[in-house]
């Protein structure tokens, strides 16, 4: 049998017509001997109609008919009686009075049910495990649909910018300073590893000194990192690199991509250009350097407030150089204990000592640190974070980067609870983009006792700040930047070194990486660059996190078609796998297991 239309095609357009689907049964209804299949496949579903009592073949194949079986069907289009037509569907005017059905595969019964309610409510490992099933379900098709799209989107916008695509390779070597890598074992250099790709920046940066000028790719990329559900340990970015461009014309490309794949893939204009904060003001306004704005509870800095005060925990802070800062979580002082105990223990959990609050209630502050504040402290607390009745307001005395993290944790923490006391209304559209610019260049390790890189080691300082790389390396600013959408960063990039002394200079110097080990991983990068390497940066975002977005979905599991679990497994294909002894031995690897 050879389909002549698909399930989501036939309309009243089509009365009278013989045709012929295939697909799977969604339902069956027999109602009085009339039986009522529901075939569907990946386009929609149309009702078929069996008469058995009048065709004794189609009685026996009804019998065997089971929820996902394969079948094909032929029969004439009809009308459906009036008032069971279904306005919620393409086909819903009609229906196919089947002559003849060829089964193709009886399914087993399914272990979950395969609608999209049913299907939520199943444990996510379950659905892994029979990922196959998961995906026969609307919304895991429509997913999968949206990362088509929106894959499509990306290409036809870069093409036609002029950019070409170019595969760069997944093997390559080791550069430990990163991530964990995945390691893969060379059976003609025994002892010797490639690295699986954590991502092409390296390669891209070659391809501007070859003079490819615009390159774009959508990678497959790895990474051995803890598991969750924003994180995959292989991952799908989309990379770019441009030649002669600077900041905002980096900003200015990105945008545009942006604003047609959300007009092709929802319908929806984005305004442009996006706003832009600094790394300072994004930490300082809300704790965070991806900051959510699609509500407000900023973050107050009251050093200044309290550097003389009699309250000896403020007053040492910030004589110490850090910082007070509070929060006002409006309307939240009718927490309960339990939730006041949890917010302690995230404020502990990023360093804090404890978590002092005030609460406003019956007209009064009621805390146990008020009594150390003078009435002027009162009233410049009143006025700077418009305090008023049923506020509660949270401080944090540390650091000024710790102060704001704590702060910044706090105030995601209280708007979910102010959503769930029906009192912020925070919408999954209401898309607010932002480019975070300004990070520092290098932060300090006290751990390691150097200088690290706070976005990766390529990035150029800001040129009036190169002079402070040897003095004062915190001080420099990168020429780095993040896009951010609703409290997710999207990606993130640089402007980079182009000159092989400075390159070397940061290697060496500020990053205190032995001569020796900079030749090794990256010598040839330097050698490049000795040979004309044209100013240049780009950018990076990953496809599975947008997609997400896009989607309504906080999981990219949900958005990836074979994900792994977040212990890392494959339970479909039950991986990993132990291997033969034949196998290592060809790869000159002894296993060591821990005890």
């Known amino acids: 049998m050879k389909r002549t239309h698909h399930c989501a095609q036939l309309t009243a357009a089509d009365l009278g017509a013989t045709v012929s689907l295939i697909g799977w049964v969604d339902t069956v209804r027999d109602q009085g001997g009339i039986v009522f299949v529901d075939l569907r496949d990946r386009k929609g579903i149309t009702q078929i109609q069996l008469e058995p009592h009048e065709n004794a073949a189609l009685g026996n194949v009804v019998k065997h008919l089971k929820l996902e079986s394969v079948i094909g069907v032929t029969g004439k289009v009809i009308r459906r009686p009036a008032g069971t037509e279904n306005p919620a569907l393409p086909t819903g005017e009609v229906e196919v009075n089947a002559t003849e059905i060829e089964i193709h595969n009886i399914s087993e019964t399914p272990p979950f049910p395969l609608d999209d309610a049913g299907g939520d409510k199943v444990n996510e490992d379950l659905r892994l ?52 890598e995945y390691l893969v074992p060379s059976r003609i250099h025994p002892g010797q590893f490639y690295a699986l790709s954590q991502s092409p920046q390296q390669f891209k940066q070659i391809l501007m000194v070859a ?19 924003d994180r995959q340990m292989e991952f799908t970015q989309v990379d770019v690199e441009a030649s002669f461009i600077t900041r905002e014309d980096v900003h200015a490309l990105f945008e545009g991509m942006l604003k047609k794949v959300w007009k092709d893939v929802l319908g929806t204009d984005i305004p442009t250009p996006f706003p832009r904060m600094s790394f300072h003001d994004a930490m300082n306004r809300f704790g965070v ?51 006041l105990k949890n917010l302690e223990e995230i404020a ?62 706090l105030r995601l923490e209280a708007a979910a609870l102010l959503q769930k006391r029906g009192r912020l209304t925070i919408r999954p559209d ?6 975070v610019i300004d990070f520092p260049l290098m932060s300090y390790d006290e751990a390691e006792n150097r200088y690290v890189a706070t976005h990766h080691p390529f990035t150029a300082p800001v040129s009036e700040d190169v002079a402070l790389l040897d003095s004062n390396p915190k001080a420099v600013r990168g020429q780095h930047y993040d896009v951010v959408l609703n409290g997710m960063e999207l990606g993130g990039g640089s402007i980079r070194i182009h000159q092989p002394a400075l390159q070397k200079k940061v290697f060496e110097d500020v990053l205190k990486i032995p001569a020796d080990v900079v030749e090794s991983r990256f010598g040839y990068m330097l050698k490049a660059f000795t040979y004309g390497a044209p100013p240049h940066g780009g950018i990076a975002f990953g496809l599975d996190r947008m997609v997400a977005l896009l989607c309504g979905t906080t999981s990219i599991r949900d958005v990836i078609a074979f994900p792994k679990t977040q212990k890392g497994q494959d339970l479909m294909a039950q991986s990993p796998t132990p291997v033969t002894e034949r196998q290592l031995k060809e790869l000159h690897i002894t296993t060591v297991l821990p005890e």
Request: charged fraction near 30%; proline fraction near 3%.
């Open 129 to 180: 495990t029979y990922r196959y099933l998961d995906l026969r379900r609307p919304k895991m098709r429509r997913n999968l649909q949206v990362r088509h799209r929106a894959t499509k989107s990306i290409r036809d916008y870069f093409d036609a910018q002029e950019f070409i695509e170019v595969e760069t390779p997944a093997l390559f070597k080791s550069t430990p300073e990163g991530a964990r």
């Open 211 to 229: 003079g490819v000028e615009r390159y774009f790719q959508i990678a497959r990329c790895f990474r051995d990192e803890d598991l969750r559900a």
């Open 289 to 339: 350097d991806k900051p959510d704005l699609r509500f407000g509870l900023e973050l107050v800095d009251l050093s200044e407030t309290f550097r003389n005060s009699a309250f000896k925990v403020f007053q040492a802070t910030v004589a110490g150089g850090g910082a007070v800062k509070a929060l006002n979580a409006k309307s939240l002082a009718d927490l309960t204990q339990g939730e």
């Open 348 to 409: 502990k959990s990023l360093g804090a000592k404890g978590l002092a609050f005030i609460k406003v209630e019956g007209g009064e502050w009621k805390s146990p640190i008020v009594k150390f504040f003078t009435e002027a402290e009162k009233a410049a607390l009143a006025q700077q974070l418009q305090v008023e009745e049923g506020d509660i307001i949270f401080f944090a005395a540390a650091p000024w980067e710790k102060a704001c993290a704590i702060l910044g944790r």
């Open 430 to 435: 209401d898309w607010k983009f932002l480019w």
